[in-house]
């Protein structure tokens, strides 16, 4: 894994069982609570392996990825009884593949629009950094949601679940043996 992606620093702190923001390990990746939570229930999912666009998944792994992510978002919806999901794919700072999955309340930001139009202070601020006890709430919240939608759609993704072991190596898979 590169040293300098703080990504994959964050995907090694998960296997060693030291990252309090997972909530659970799916087959194309792992989703975490985001550090603050100005915007409750800001969930990530973090691709397994370190790529940095999404074409440079192999197609199928890509296509699990998608819905992957598509049901991790609709669970965060129902966890966080969101009013609207927005979903994002940015990467301009740290560019290992990784969603942002805001559940939006109407009246969260002053004037209808994207997070990003909040001040960075607010966002980032420490009266909005998770601490144990909510972090264990917001875990709970999405892991329930998280079993209620895998159960109700396991049926469908039968088809896209039927990853091969030449497809898997070749995604960004690879890329979680450390090289060094
Ligand atoms: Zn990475």
Redesign the pocket.
Known sequence: ??KD?L??QRIAAIRQNENPYLVRELATGYVVLADSQYFEGYTLFLAKG?VTELHELAPKTKLVFLEEMSLVAEACSQAFHADKMNIELLGNGDA?VHWHLFPRHAGDTAKPGPVWWTPMEQLYGDDVAADPVWLGKLKAALNQALDAVLLTRVGELGAVHDLTLSDTARSGQAGQQPTD
């Open positions: 894994m590169p992606c990504i994959c370190h290992h």
